[in-house]
């Protein structure tokens, strides 16, 4: 059985806790209410990968710099994989991915989720966000599941970009999206002050304006996430070092990748990556070529959360493919 610990004010020092030192001080995936009476409380979390740290490194920020919103704002703060931000990966091996368990399941991590929500739920959050990292360089941007005006309108106050992602199951905002207007935001790598700083600056103008903003929908671009490019399983076991992913594609993220790239090297010429759309068919052929043990675009795309860390791609994705939408 897994429970998350509850508290109603910050342990002294949490503040002082990097992310990989807060196992220190908790004992693991934590709520914190600093919910006020008569005042519906704002939703973060962070952590739900433990090697993205710059939600934590907000909350950090927003209490330093703002003491006096301990007691005046009414937030709840969800820090999800304290274990994994420990050891500074996004997921220990053995643990499912804490940001695909919210769509009910049998293991402990989705009875975590399923009692987050209730007490949520409980509370009448207005607006959830959750905080998250790129590893490799992007431009911040939100990703939505809905295009509700309200979704469209908060995503605008983050940034001028966002992702409907109808994939992958089970993430936080999809299941908050139930509750109340719930974005994810992206906010940069872990590894730039200012992902924390945009995220920190978000968090306190919702908290200071208690409502949602006006923003202002139709300046936001929204992408879609139609294609998702994983690691063959059987790859993924057999050796840590392939594919080898190309690094210079990192710079192409939300941008017009030709036809023929080279998106990564395989071990031989067994099929090492596969594509699938939002309704999880397989259609790698539709998109790449393997030549050799090289595998290429047989299309233009647009990609989006490329990452050259073979870790991460395959406890994750190696990349999404985009397209523009008109909501
Ligand atoms: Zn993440």
Not at 81 to 87: G, P, T, Y
Not at 138 to 149: C, F, K, M, Q, R
Not at 306 to 325: E, G, H, N
């Amino acid at each position: 059985m897994m429970r998350f610990d509850l508290h109603h004010a910050l342990p002294a020092n949490v503040l002082d806790c990097t992310a990989a030192q807060l196992a220190d001080v908790l004992r693991g995936p934590t709520l914190f209410d600093l919910g006020k009476p008569g005042k519906a409380p704002l939703f973060v979390s962070v952590l739900l990968h433990g090697n993205e740290t710059s939600g934590w490194e907000a909350i950090r920020k927003l209490f330093s710099k703002y003491p006096e919103l301990v007691n005046t704002s009414s937030i709840l703060i969800f820090v999800g994989n304290v274990l994994s931000a420990q050891k500074g990966v996004r997921k220990l091996d053995g643990q499912p991915d804490y940001n695909r368990v919210w769509n009910g399941g049998s293991t402990p991590e989705h009875k975590l989720a399923e009692d987050v929500i209730a007490y949520a739920d409980s509370k009448k959050p207005w607006c959830a966000i959750d905080v998250h990292n790129n590893s490799g360089p992007n431009p911040h941007y939100s990703v939505i599941t809905d295009l509700a005006p309200a979704t469209r309108a908060l995503a605008s106050t983050f940034s001028s970009l966002a992702i409907l992602a109808k994939q992958p199951p089970g993430t936080l905002t999809q299941a908050f999206s139930d509750l109340c207007t719930s974005i994810t935001i992206e906010a940069g790598i872990p590894a730039d002050p200012d992902s924390s700083e945009r995220a920190t600056a978000l968090i306190r103008q919702l908290l200071s304006e208690g409502k949602l903003a006006e923003g202002s929908p139709e300046s936001l671009e929204i992408f879609d996430n139609f294609v998702r490019v994983t690691v063959e399983p059987e790859i993924a076991n057999q050796d840590r070092t392939f594919p080898k992913l190309n690094p210079e594609l990192d710079t192409f993220n939300f941008k017009c990748l030709p036809a023929g790239s080279l998106v990564c090297s395989l071990k031989d010429r067994s099929r090492g990556i596969r594509a699938n759309d939002v309704e999880q068919r397989d259609v790698t052929e539709d998109y790449f070529v393997v030549e050799d043990t090289e595998v290429r675009l047989r299309q233009d795309v647009i990609i989006s959360m490329y990452t050259r860390d073979p870790l991460i791609a395959v406890q994750d994705c190696i990349c999404y493919f985009l397209k523009s939408i008109e909501p």
